[in-house]
């Protein structure tokens, strides 16, 4: 019993074929493509408002050098949007449940950072390894600690995402199953179930749009310290 509810989990395949390129596909195709006509209509405009502000809440902190990761921070917030939702639809597969397939997105990301930082300001995201004011005797400490924070940045962001997912899609079936064996024995219990099945649902629409934005909001940061 166990081992089937973790079996959600698995990379499915079909014909040889795994699916999980098919899921990565999907959610560019469900988007509307801007038109050429003067007006929009109400699908595009409520697309264009969510992207502009979130655009601007994440870009504001940053200097113009750091709006040049507009396009694909968000790009990457729409995609893992619409991956989590997705995931919640009955009999579909959610990639980002795959740790391979989140630090496959943290680490290029955040290294592509680090690099930036290093190529134009080296001093300033060195400096960021020792606090100022640090007495002698701390450096060397300091400097192994902040380090090895720096290296566990990647692991945190792609963990952080397939932590909060897997969690929520364990409890989900485990809930609905409970449903399920209460429903003969004790109707009443099986509909209080039923109702926090409901809510907890209605959470991990809210934890899927979350993840989402803090994994991009967190890559920002990281953009922020070394432009």
Known sequence: MMLSFFDQFMSPVFLGVPLIAVALTLPWALFPKPTT???????????GWFINSFTQQIFQPLNVAGHKWALLLASLMVFLITLNMLGLLPYTFTPTTQLSLNMALAVPLWLATIIIGM?????????????????????????????????????????????NLT???????LISTATFVLLPLMPTVAFLTAALLLLLSLLEVAVAMIQAYVFVLLLSLYLQENI
């Open 37 to 47: 006509r003067w007006l929009n209509n109400r699908l595009l405009t409520l697309q």
């Open 119 to 163: 190529r134009n300001q080296p001093t300033h995201a060195l400096g960021h390894l020792l606090p100022e004011g640090t007495p002698t005797l701390l450096i060397p400490v300091l400097i192994i600690i902040e380090t090895i924070s720096l290296f566990i940045r990647p692991l945190a962001l792609g963990v952080r995402l397939t932590a």
């Open 167 to 173: 969690a929520g899609h364990l409890l989900i079936q």
